[in-house]
Each structure stands twice: as structure tokens, then as C-alpha cells.
């Protein structure tokens, strides 16, 4: 649309930072359960993206620096993955952001008797993945070198899903690791390969 590739990266972010906390708002004021309001936006976006492009396939913009930063390189996309995982699993286990992430998931009720401000832990870490989520997005489309409105579907989200309890995160919530999430992720990414 006109617009400065790193500005369209940066508004790509900021809207799926919203998506995160459309579905934050969503699971903690309403009451919907996390897996219903992320299957239901997935399906949303599906279909806009399925009309915005026509059904077809896209072209990813940019080369040189930033296609070699996003992904073009061979190894970017597993050096961008190791970055962010070691960083994610440091704030995890070292700030009281992470503190509150495990309290809340372990202990709803005790996590508000506490003072931890529960649905702002909450809705901060839907906008959190939602935004790692895009990021993820943006290094594979330009690794692939196009976006196929048609590619991923429900079971990218159930990897996901599987990559983080084989990982070691308790689907109830309170336990679990990055750096697990991320050996569940190279496990199911193996496997398939193999």
C-alpha cells in the first residue's frame, strides 16, 4: 500500500499486539476461555486474509539487509528463535512480570488475594503472543518469500499447543519453561521431518 517497509513491519506489530489485546479483553472481562476466543480470532483473521488477498498468494517485499535479518540468511531464523528464547526464559525467571505469569497460571484466586492485578497479567501476556506470534510470521514469510493465505490452518495451533506441554507446560497453567516450549517445538520439528 505505499507504505516504508519497516514502518509496515513496525504497524504489522502494533496490529497484532491489538489482535492480543482484543483476545485478552475477551478471555478476562467476558469469560471466554483462551482456547475459544484464540480459535475464533484465528478463524477471523483467516477469512480476512483470505479476502484481502484474493486467495492467492503474496509476495513478501524487501531484499538485501532486511530480507538477510528476517530470514534470508541461512541461519537467521534459528538465531532469532534461540534470541528470543533465551531472553523470554531470563524475564521469566528473573522479573516480577515472570513472577506474576507463574502465580497467575498456578493460583487465580490466590494471585488476586495477593495483589497481583490479575487480568492485566493476563491480557499483557496474550498481547505478548500474539505479538511474538506476528514476528513469527513476518521472519517466515520472508524466509519463504511469499505468504499463502491458505498455508498453517488449525494445526499450526495445535503444534504449538503440543510443542509447549511436550516442552513441559501444564495446560492448567503455573508451570513451564521457554526453553522447554522450545525443545517441545525442535522435537515435533524432527519428528516431522523425519
Not at 505479538?131 to 490452518?153: H, K, N
Not at 507446560?169 to 517445538?185: E, K, P, R, V, Y
Request: charged share 10%.
Amino acid at each position: 500500500a505505499g507504505v516504508p517497509l519497516l514502518a509496515a513491519v513496525v504497524l504489522s506489530l502494533v496490529a497484532c499486539s491489538l489482535i492480543g489485546l482484543v483476545n485478552g479483553v475477551v478471555t478476562t472481562v467476558i469469560g471466554v476461555s483462551s482456547f475459544i476466543t484464540t480459535l475464533g480470532m484465528f478463524f477471523l483473521l483467516n477469512g480476512l486474509t483470505l479476502t484481502l488477498s484474493n486467495g492467492r498468494p503474496v509476495e513478501t517485499p524487501g531484499d538485501g539487509t532486511y530480507a538477510e535479518v528476517f530470514g534470508g540468511g541461512a541461519y537467521s531464523g534459528i538465531l532469532w528463535a534461540i534470541g528470543l528464547v533465551l531472553l523470554l526464559q531470563l524475564v521469566l525467571s528473573r522479573t516480577r512480570w515472570g513472577l506474576h505469569t507463574f502465580a497467575v497460571g498456578g493460583n487465580l484466586i490466590g494471585s488476586s488475594e495477593a495483589g497481583i492485578r490479575v487480568r492485566v497479567v493476563k491480557i499483557r501476556n496474550f498481547m505478548l503472543a500474539s505479538t511474538l506470534a506476528g514476528f513469527a510470521g513476518i521472519i517466515e514469510a520472508v524466509r519463504i518469500t511469499s505468504t499463502d493465505p491458505l498455508a498453517g490452518g488449525p494445526g499450526i495451533m495445535f503444534q504449538a499447543i503440543s510443542a509447549a506441554v511436550i516442552g513441559g507446560t501444564l495446560l492448567a497453567g503455573g508451570s513451564g519453561t521457554a526453553i522447554g516450549a522450545f525443545i517441545g517445538a525442535c522435537v515435533l520439528g524432527i519428528l516431522r521431518d523425519g
